[in-house]
């Protein structure tokens, strides 16, 4: 595909020439037809003299008219789309007028999403737990935004928005923006802190909160608002806490929306309103640190923003870095520890399975000329990313040196979009003058930003909750059945963490030992795993059934691929049946059946993951 823009290989806008200062979004939901349909009027900054056409991304979307307004009048301008790229989208160019000025434009375009577009999910009554009502929400992250509105899809602009949504008066309209009106049918909103495309956010359904705190409300279907209510009750000590650290939170307010389980993700950051995926609700809080990482990314993301995917690790190392903090002080250093070293088996696993026929997209900043974001996504810019920043924590000086610099980082670069030598730069600027100086010429940027792999160095962290899984583990791999069971040391208690950690570096271990049904059920019986509803638990317990080659317990497995389309969960269990020739047809063969039921970026991926693509 090469890069299709200048600042951003994923966008054919020009964001040196023009940029969007303000979006007014005019929608009507039409659930019969799932399609929106309505009209956008951007406002422009034209930065170029002669300035002939404004380039702008669009996905499968049909536009029918583009007009300037100027002046009290309005001027139908020429428009046209080409350029399509597979699974990335169109160019949408709009002719200007010659001698168009520097300075404010305004456009509207008139338009219709396609009732696939990639950026929607649609689901009928029967798809949501209280039956009655149609529900429709959108993932615009990474570039999906262009599916949904003819836009800059691109994180190196930001702008302000607005909207007027008409829906069915019995539904509930959400954005990610602040309520500013609500009718019979009509609900408008007001985003007034400039935001990249990909945290556009809508969702629609017949929806019902309850309060967290004073600016705090989580939101989700009637049937389960309560029992959210408690799993998220610390989410106003995360704020407090990630605002301790990072500076003031800017959004005004922080609901959350559980969502219906064909999320393909544990959270989105929206800004006012996270998404989250009801897989978190596993009864003891045990994974709300997902909370914690949304809270995180108010300013690590959503207030300095990468200019473009390829600097992604800007936004999720920086987010993981701070939920790790957030924990760390709601939880201890252990804990904190715990978690870090934890990732870094999940990582371990990422580049051993997902990545280990693309190990170019291991490293921190990747080449995305030729890749879409969504095929390059994996937990390396997340878990190496957070992994750099603690090593350079821990080389100038520890958290009471490297959190003033966090913040004057954060407050440096608020309401920007950036790049790794622009984090770059501001370490250095900030160390220059300092004792820390010589420190800076330690950092090793080439093998940390550009080698493949794991970290090159493992920061040291606090191991005696990772000993303890470590050792399970090993015990686990090494032993047969009747050594385990003579075996006191795996009857000790563990916490719901070490629990899931244990069984990932399990997972980790390619040798397993007589992994027949009956050290499955010894595992079972040991950590009381058929009673467990946490989703972090059946997921790795269900790879562990696969990597036994239970056929008889293929059927819990697909139960559980179809109970949610959390793509950290579904991806790996297809990849692990793809690699079961027995149980391979039968995974194609569920995996067609409810495929339309899943985002397209779901499907997508795992289509590439059973090798149908
Ligand atoms: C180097 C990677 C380059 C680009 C990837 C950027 C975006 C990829 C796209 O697929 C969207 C990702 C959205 C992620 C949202 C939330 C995550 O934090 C969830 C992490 C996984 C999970 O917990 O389910
Ligand atoms: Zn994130």
């Known amino acids: 595909m090469g890069r299709l823009g200048t600042v951003d290989p994923s966008s054919y806008s020009e964001p040196d020439l023009i940029t969007t200062e303000h979006s007014a979004l005019n929608w009507t939901v039409d659930f019969a037809a799932t399609k929106l349909r309505g009209s956008v009027l951007h406002r422009f900054n034209v930065l170029s003299t002669n300035l002939d056409k404004i380039l702008l991304d669009v996905r499968d979307i049909n536009v029918t008219n583009a007009t300037l307004l100027a002046d009290g009048s309005e001027l139908p301008i020429n428009y046209f789309i080409s350029d399509p790229v597979s699974d990335i989208g169109q160019k949408l160019t709009l002719e200007l007028p010659a001698g168009t000025a520097k300075g404010n434009l305004n456009v509207r375009i008139d338009y219709e999403t396609a009732n696939n577009a990639s950026g929607l999910q649609w689901l009928t009554p029967e798809q949501t737990l209280g039956k009655q009502h149609p529900y429709m929400f959108s993932q615009c992250q990474a570039i999906h935004a262009r599916s949904v509105v003819p836009c800059q899809d691109t994180p190196s602009v930001k702008f302000t928005y607005d909207a007027v949504i008409q829906h069915p008066k019995e539904l509930t309209a959400l954005m990610s923006a602040i309520i500013d009106k609500k009718q019979e049918g009509q609900t408008s909103f007001k985003q007034e802190v400039p935001i990249p495309a990909y945290l556009l956010a809508i969702a629609i359904g017949k929806l019902v909160s309850r309060p967290l705190g004073p600016n705090s409300n989580v939101w989700a279907e009637e049937a389960i608002v309560d029992a959210c209510a408690e799993e998220f009750s610390e989410t106003t000590t995360m704020l407090k806490t990630a605002s301790d650290l990072c500076g003031p939170y800017v959004w005004k307010q922080y609901d959350l929306l559980v969502m219906p389980p064909s999320f393909p993700f544990g959270g989105m950051e929206n800004p006012c309103l996270t998404f989250v995926t009801p897989t978190l609700l596993a009864g003891d809080k045990s994974l709300a640190d997902v909370v914690a990482h949304e809270i995180a990314h108010s300013w690590t993301g959503n207030l300095v923003t990468n200019k473009n995917f390829e600097h992604f690790w800007l936004n999720e190392g920086f987010t993981v870095f701070v939920e790790a903090k957030v924990v760390g002080r709601m939880q201890g250093q252990k804990e904190l520890d715990f978690k870090m070293l934890s990732n870094l088996t999940d990582l371990q696993e990422c580049l051993r399975t997902q990545l280990a026929g693309t190990p170019e997209l291991s490293k ?119 050594e385990l069971i003579d075996n006191n040391n795996i009857k000790q208690k563990i916490s719901i963490h070490q629990l899931i950690d244990f069984l990932g570096k399990l997972i980790e271990h390619q040798d397993i030992v007589d992994l027949n049904e009956r050290k499955i059920e010894l595992l079972e019986d040991t950590y009381n795993l058929k009673q467990s509803k946490n989703a972090e638990v059946r997921f790795r317990l269900n790879r562990l059934i696969i990597r036994a080659r239970l056929i008889k317990r293929l059927d819990e497995i697909i139960e559980f691929a179809n109970s949610n389309f959390r793509m950290k969960f579904c991806r790996p269990i297809y990849r692990d049946l793809a690699a079961w020739p027995e149980a391979k047809p039968i995974a194609v063969r569920n995996f067609v059946s409810v495929r339309d039921q899943m985002m397209a970026v779901c499907s997508h991926t795992i289509e590439k993951d059973l090798g149908l693509k």
Do not use: H, Q
């Open 364 to 482: 921190l900043v990747v080449d995305l000329s030729n890749c879409g974001p969504d095929d390059a996504f994996s937990s390396v810019p997340y878990m190496k990313g957070s992994t750099f920043l603690r090593y350079l924590e821990d080389l100038f000086g520890g958290p009471s040196v490297f959190e003033p610099f966090l913040r004057d980082y954060l407050k440096k670069f608020a309401y920007k979009s950036i790049v790794t030598d622009d984090f770059k730069g501001a370490l250095y600027d900030y160390f220059k003058d300092t004792d820390k100086k010589d420190k800076l010429g330690e950092v090793d940027w080439e093998l940390w930003l550009k080698s493949e792999g794991m970290p090159p160095i493992i920061p040291k962290f606090d191991e005696t909750l990772s000993n303890v899984t470590k050792e399970l583990a090993r015990i686990w791999s090494k032993s047969t059945v009747a």
